[in-house]
């Protein structure tokens, strides 16, 4: 990695490099690999060198609502309900934009298109158009577009300047050409038209540092940077409406002269380096601690890292999730079960949760709290 992908300056040494040559992804696949993260002081960007067994990852093993992705469907339990991901961010979508009647919408590195469906299912007079790299998810488009509107690899030309709404969900922190691709959208998009789009929010989940296949981690800087660059005006950031993502409206029109952020964001990055570079001695520490069997709650990211950084993970039991659909899954070999069926022996559990809800998501967990266990907490 020589330049930054935003403001294309050079850049120095990176902040973090894993402690050994194992990666993790946003999906939970252990690969081979360095994570090697930089940033840049310049423009505010966090960058990921892309891992070679990612191509390889992408092309065979990356289809979406697998593994992790499924326990991100849900969103939230409000009022007694579950609020699962994609109802949420049609929601959200609707509250923050006023989408024109009729209006041409597409919706851009789409995979299954779920939000996008929704929201055409809630607003009949639009009109969706998708576009993926990938011929996989095409049975779930022809489920509700004719395949005119669909693109692979490569837009019609005849869609530039067609677009009232690009919209774009949890794509952009993977593309090695961020710019490329937000030029791309603000050429399909007509005059004032909008581009809504949804990133990971690393400030909010500090893992998204390490995930092997987010090259992308932004700020409002450099959103801003890569927005102004690219013409787009009256950007909005919104780091409240979506747990732990930004949520980004931005129009096409002359680039006006949002100031950009000036804050230097080296501190914050270079303590979150340093928490992920002693994560792996904490976890090995409380391991020599303890003896017995183990479990680790939390059957997502943060689970697989600690298991990752054990010495003897063979001592681990079992993972504990509440969500009913990991339940009937296995990770790196091992069953997912509820918290309540904790098996007797086990009497130390690794948290593998956000440490910014850990404790308190834990203290609600009355089955488990009540046990005579020793926690790690992350
Ligand atoms: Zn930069």
Redesign the pocket.
Known sequence: MDA?C??R?PLGAPIYESSRPISITSLCQVLEGYTRVWH?A??G?TQTAPLPALEIYYAEEYQMLTACEEEDQFYVVRDGNNIFRTEHQVATLLNKLVVPEDAQVLDYGCAKAATLKALCGQRADLTPHVFDVSERYRSFWNAFMPEAQQAIDQVPDAWTGRFDLVTSFFALEHVADPRAMVAAVHQLLRESGWFYFLVPNLFANTADLVVADHVNHFSKA?LTRLLGDAGFTACEIDAEVHNSAWVITAQKGKPSSTALPTESLVGPLTKMADYWRAFGKRVRDFESAHEGASAIYGSGFYGTFISTCLEQPERVRCFLDQNPHRQKQRLLERPIVAPETLPEEVCSIYIGLNPRVAREEIAAVKDLYSRECDFFYP
């Open positions: 930054c935003i403001c300056e840049c310049g423009c960007h450099s």
